[in-house]
């Protein structure tokens, strides 16, 4: 109906139409211009949070799991006291002993102890007790000396295993196996130096002073109703679901619960918690999307408002155009590219200014973002979104120029 | 040159038009009837509130009639929607404004290709015809200056170049020379003689005698009828006749249209005449 050269000229108008009005224009694309750029900003920095994310669980193991005590849900407290619902020594052996799909566990527990050593003195340092499996389950091992053996935790020797930022913490020399220390009072001797990964896990640095008690000695030094959780590995990370059921059956059997019982204890592995991050990631990308709707919806009112000063100022150009054979489609047809050409060049600006500060993102220092970047869908749906949004806000517009009389409007002033 | 008054290009019969504003009904047109013959130069005359714009409008398919007919070059076009009239307006009709209404920031060719914009087909070929028409109303050197750059007359030249450009049925003048000196005028009007002399069908709206003089026959119109139909040596214009002849000597262009007007519309023009013959000046 409509022929090439109409298309041609329309859009060669539209184009000219902003290039005539070049600020009025830039002040009007505006709200899209901020909509798309803090969009495809946050997009940017989501999708480079997501892969750094990903990429250190992957670093973390993927076969890796862990029990912690969990209150089921709804549970009154009375019922499931938190002393009942603790893990017990006696059932991480069980899992070492009982589960065929777990290659290694140990059972980790915390306790904040003085440590001193000659005249230095650090209070409260995090002492943790584990079993020799540890150095396995956390994929770090001894760099110096030797790691724990089942002696050391069977017979519940004094020795401590530590890493290097509690070596120069307590001015130890550079080799200090063999020196002993004074761990919440009682002598400990140093047998190994374990290696100060520089994994960085959540942005939390965790190569601080560290030092490490066989399990069985700070059983010992610990409240009776003491806080233990359990790491392990399962054989394969294809394996970890039949794992899990498996950690899970020895533990209801050894806390007695029926099958009816609700559990008080969760099984995770890793890959459980890739997929809630995953699904927060998500979460967090929608509500961007979100967000890009609210200003898009902001950013189009301002189209909307230029499109139909735009209609007035030009009603006799339109009355004109009918006299001369536009029909009142190709007059819609008209408006309507110039608006979606006006929020695509601003979509397209947009996209630009995003594009910037995805690229500043990944140069800020320790801001854990070095991978920030647009995906393609994120600048394929920006420029939908802006498409759309022209087409909706310039509609009216240019129906109300596709209705003008052509006879009043050629008698505007 | 075809023979006038063979075939009528425009038929109206019994058109009325009837405003509302607000709770005013105003009567426009009040059973207007009118024939113009293919290749005639008409000049419509009256007061304003006599219908003469309401009349221009109706033949220039830009609004409908309350009721009546109007057949344009044989196909009726008063019960025709917004859509079929813009055809019908890309296709078989010509304005030309008073204020030219040239868009600003293209050039004379590109004005001048507008209509072929919104033309059904045969868009082929546009550069050719818009110089072509340009040449035709004497602007082929100007062709990339843009209205500004140009002065009333070359502006007019292009706004009449771009009426012609699809070979309207006709040529719709409203008050051409309104904005244009003597001088210009005379040039403007010359041009369109020429163009009637080429075989188009013209019908300018005006309310000046001098500008009627150039026409063949005028019809004057008061309380939305016609109030005379004459040919133009019948017609009070015609005491400007020998003017045009002595500017149009001038100007270059024979003279044909008074000449032609006297000689051959003598006869039957008289017929047009619904009212009274004598000729009353508004």
Known sequence: ?413 | MPDPGTTAIIEVRALTKIYRVGVETIHALRGLDLSIARNEMVAIMGSSGSGKSTLMNMLGCLDRPTSGAYHLNGRDVSRMNARELAHVRNEEIGFVFQSFELLPRQTALENVELPLVYARGGWRGRRQRALAALDRVGLSKRVDHRPNQLSGGQRQRVAIARAILNNPSILLADEPTGNLDSQTTVEILALFRQLHSEGQTVVIVTHEDEVAAHCQRVVRLRDGRVLSDLPIAQDTAGRHLAAVRAATAEVGVPAHAAAQAAAHTAAHATAHATEQGGGETC
Not at chain 1, 33 to 44: D, L
């Open chain 1, 1 to 413: 109906m409509l022929n090439p050269l109409f298309w041609l000229q329309a859009i060669s108008l539209a184009f000219s139409q902003i290039w005539a009005n070049k600020s009025r224009a830039f002040l009007t694309a505006l709200g899209i211009i901020v909509g798309v750029a803090s969009t495809t900003a946050v997009i940017a920095a989501l999708t480079g949070l997501k892969s750094k994310v990903l990429a250190e669980f992957e670093s973390v193991g993927a076969s890796k799991f862990f029990v912690f005590p969990d209150r089921p849900d709804n549970a009154p407290r009375n019922m499931y006291p938190w002393e009942k619902i603790l893990l017990k020594p006696a059932e991480v052996r069980a899992i070492r002993d009982e589960c065929t799909l777990v290659k290694a566990v140990t059972p980790i527990t915390e306790v904040g102890l003085d440590v001193e050593s000659g005249d230095k003195r650090i209070e409260g340092i995090t002492i943790a007790g584990i079993w020799p499996d540890w150095h396995m389950v956390q994929n770090r091992f001894v760099e110096e000396g030797r790691p724990f053996t089942s002696i050391d935790v069977d017979s519940e020797r004094q020795v401590c295993l530590i890493n290097g930022d509690a070596i120069k913490e307590l001015d130890l020399p550079a080799n200090p196996v063999g020196e002993a220390i004074l761990i919440g009072g009682r002598r400990f001797l140093v047998v190994g130096i374990v290696e100060t990964t520089q994994a960085r896990f959540f942005g939390m640095n965790t190569s601080s002073a560290e030092i490490f008690i066989p399990f069985s000695v700070a059983e010992k030094m610990q409240d009776r109703n003491f806080f233990m959780r359990i790491e392990g590995m399962f054989t394969s990370p294809e394996l970890a679901e039949q794992g899990e059921d498996e950690v899970r059956f020895v533990l209801r059997r050894m806390r007695g619960l029926a099958p009816s019982d609700p559990q008080t204890f969760q099984v995770a592995a890793i890959d459980k918690f890739i997929e809630q991050f995953k699904a927060l990631a998500t979460g967090i990308t929608a509500i961007a999307g979100g967000i890009v709707g609210i200003s898009l919806l902001v950013g189009g009112i301002g189209i909307m408002n230029i499109m139909l000063v735009s209609v007035s100022e030009r009603t006799r150009e339109i009355g004109l155009r009918k006299a001369v054979g536009a029909t009142p489609m190709a007059i819609l047809l008209q408006f309507l590219l110039e608006a979606v050409t006006l929020c695509l060049v601003g979509g397209f600006i947009g996209i630009a200014i995003g594009r910037l500060a995805a690229f500043g993102l990944t140069q800020i220092p320790g801001a854990q973002l070095e991978q920030a970047d647009i995906p393609f869908w994120a600048v394929v749906l920006s420029f939908a979104f802006s498409a759309v949004t022209g087409i909706v806000f310039g509609m009216f517009p240019a129906i109300k120029a596709a209705r003008l009389d052509p006879i009043e409007a050629l008698r505007h002033e």
